[in-house]
């Protein structure tokens, strides 16, 4: 398995490719997830989707008309083009590969994010990102608590792939919370050097984010809260 990494504005775009079979998360637009898989004769067997934001499925109507795959994402959402509707628990095989999916709320009520467990990789939208996590717009901070919760219980080997490259404003914002955290003050070092050379700070693993990620540091859902409030004003 191989995963592509392209990017669309500060959006990611996955392309996760065995042998010649590739699927993509989160197309925000279709053209260089088209131009990537007809440079290397890659077939998409499948779009999977976190949820129904623009910016996360604006190459889905084209995908599916150029590619003839398949469209899934959460149930009740407004996803375009969506061929199979997903819920809590559910197993999509595509690709050689299995991919759970996890219903993670508060960022919208229909998020949804995607784990494969035999390579260890989890694709978590706008849930969690690397040192921060997504603004919660449409569910309550409990539920986006629970949902950075169940994210912590998966094993620290797990990468981390996110919805977008937010990474060193993240950081910044760590760092002022937990200014004498060394591992927050390494990771910034080593992520400002990455963004001027134009490399993604993606993907990370649950272990580095124990160590950095103040909204996974929090020690309850009030912690949590006032930690998500100052940082939409920061
Ligand atoms: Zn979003
Ligand atoms: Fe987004």
Redesign the pocket.
Known sequence: MNIKILRSGD?YIYLIVVDKKAVVIDPASAQSVLATVRESGFHISHVLVT?H?F??TGGCHELKHAAHCEIVGPAQSSIPGLDREVVDGDIIHTADLDFEVMALPGHTNDHVVYYCREKSVLFT??VLFVAGC?RILEGTAMEMWNSLQRILALPDETLVYC??EYTLDNLEFALHIEPNNIDIQDKLEIVREWIDRDKPSVPSTIKVEKLTNPFLRAANEKEFSELRRRKNIW
């Open positions: 959006n949820h934001h910016d996360h939208g706008d997504g919805g977008h």
